[in-house]
């Protein structure tokens, strides 16, 4: 992973770790969206500005790529770079959270 990459995601908005997350299997926008209020209880919602602003980023930072295509509907899938990206960002949120409980973690 180059310093481009970690600079620019880490860490990561609320909504790319959403949409990262959602990823992990081939989804369109609206999906993604749809998927995201239901996780979060309507808490979080991502507007399609955001969404597809966000997803072609990541499509050119090379974190998704087009699982398939048809008339205007683009189905995205998460890459190895990715998984490694949303990975890293789930591990820094696990120790945000047990140290916020007072635990102390062994670096």
């Given at each position: ?5 970690k600079?620019?995601?880490y ?43 966000t ?53």
């Amino acid at each position: 992973m180059n310093d481009r990459i970690k600079r620019v995601y880490y860490p990561m908005t609320e909504s790319g770790f959403y949409i990262l997350f959602c990823l992990q299997t081939p989804q369109h926008g609206y999906g993604i969206s749809q998927q995201v209020k239901k996780m979060t209880g309507g808490c979080v919602t991502i507007s399609a500005g955001t969404m597809y602003g966000t997803l072609s980023k990541m499509e050119k930072d090379r974190l998704i790529s087009i699982y398939s295509e048809d008339d205007k509907r683009k189905l995205y899938q998460i890459t190895d770079l990715g998984r490694e990206v949303l990975t890293n960002e789930i591990s820094r949120i696990e120790r945000l959270y047990k140290n916020s409980r007072g635990e102390n973690i062994d670096a």
